[in-house]
DNA sequence: ACAATGCTGACCAAGTTGGTCGAGAATAAC
DNA sequence: GTTATTCTCGACCAACTTGGTCAGCATTGT
């Protein structure tokens, strides 16, 4: 349900928090610190810019920013956009009414609970605090560690 | 995440859980009644024969029955069966320990959460939970419908 | 002008999904 | 013990998704 498309992306808005304000990210970097492959990236990024979430510049000293703060980019917002709908089955979709149900589908109501809930928990959690939760990792396991 | 294998798997047992007591229900009757291919509801079928969810009797008369009462029937281990792991993304699984960390992948704690908050939920529904939801639907729609 | 950088779309191999099909095995009824 | 019924199992298949590569173009700083 969550590919790596979503992981990587996420995992590239981490990487342009980490720098942001330090002028546009590129693309090179992004990926050999964050270990994904460079041209798989690329398509990424475009859905990411599509969306609104990163901004690009082109030429010399170019690349991407993130176009809101950290703490605004909700993990709900970027997987959707990345991986579309998360729903965990066909018939379950964010946008339809209660009352349109699959006739052949009873068990709707299971599916969209587990969907509802991911989706909240997935709205609570911003890009920000997983940076947060990486620089205490990094703390722990390298307290000594700088750039 | 979860594919109609998933879901056809939990109509065949609704089904299965509905006709209990009348000895065994036929493969035909459930694919008829559930709307699933016969040829596509053989594996499934097969799957949840494995892992003790259903037995099956051959020659005439014969067909599939549940193996243990409809409420002791959790989604959570149907659905394990049916899909193999629900973990979002591949870095988590149920059975990896909490310092076994990918290094690559930082935010493992949000997909384990996410995994982890489903799990809880669909271990807490029981297939004869969902029996008695579409029967008060059935009531709903068409209260004097009987057979 | 040229080099650095992003942008885009075509293409591809491997795996998954949702099936179909056919040969065979068990068994109840005759 | 033959036959009809029913499940069992494995091979096969088309369509789609995933995770990627690649070439060529667009933009822009120097």
Redesign the pocket.
């Given at each position: 349900m969550i590919?790596?498309?979503g992981d990587y992306g996420v995992r590239a808005l981490i990487d342009l928090a980490v720098h942001a304000g330090e002028g546009?990210v590129?693309?090179?970097d992004i990926a050999s610190r964050r270990h994904i492959?460079?041209?798989?990236l690329?398509?990424l990024?475009?859905q990411l810019?599509r969306d609104g979430f990163i901004r690009?510049?082109?030429?010399?000293?170019?690349?991407?920013e993130l176009a809101k703060p950290a703490a605004d980019l909700c993990l709900l917002h970027v997987l959707e956009s990345l991986e579309g709908s998360l729903a965990p089955i066909g018939c379950v979709h964010e946008d339809s009414a209660d009352d349109e149900h699959d006739p052949l589908c009873g068990q709707q109501w299971v599916w969209r609970e587990l969907y509802d809930g991911m989706r909240e928990r997935l709205a609570e959690i911003s890009v920000a605090e997983l940076v947060e939760r990486e620089q205490a990792r990094e703390q722990a396991i390298a307290p000594s560690y700088s750039i």
């Open positions: 590919s790596t498309k546009p590129q693309r090179a492959s460079e041209s798989y690329d398509h990024l475009a810019r690009s510049t082109r030429g010399p000293g170019g690349g991407h």
